[in-house]
Nanobody, 117 residues
Framework: EVQLVESGGGLVQAGGSLRLSCAAS????????IGWFHQAPGKEREGVSC????????FYSDSVKGRFTISSDNAKNTVDLQMNSLKVEDTGVYYC??????????WGQGTQVTVSS
């Protein structure tokens, strides 16, 4: 069974850091792209970063470029999102999914990130 489980969310002050982790089971993160998506309160979910092992490419949205870093750990079968210099507008629920475009059926349950001013 394919499953994705996020962890690492929490409350942090603006300028702080958090590290989110997406643990995959039922497939290898070395075989499929994993994307991180952000849904701010009252807004649609949008992609923030993705790692694609098939072509060794990494993507970041303009809003997080230079602040967030995505990485994969094949031994742990996880994809992490290191979030630095957090801003209030980074607040929301973060989801990982088994693709870069958000069209997959396989999503995690989400983890809440709250950045206070």
């Amino acid at each position: 069974e394919v499953q994705l489980v996020e962890s690492g969310g929490g409350l942090v002050q603006a300028g702080g850091s958090l590290r989110l982790s997406c643990a995959a089971s039922g497939f290898s993160v070395d075989d499929y792209a994993i994307g991180w998506f952000h849904q701010a309160p009252g807004k649609e979910r949008e992609g923030v970063s993705c790692i694609s092992p098939s072509d060794h490419r990494i993507f970041y949205s303009d809003s997080v470029k230079g602040r967030f870093t995505i990485s994969s750990d094949n031994a742990k079968n996880t994809v992490d999102l290191q979030m630095n210099s957090l801003k209030v507008e980074d607040t929301g629920v973060y989801y990982c999914a088994a693709d870069c475009w958000g069209t997959t059926d396989y999503w995690g349950q989400g983890t809440q990130v709250t950045v206070s001013s």
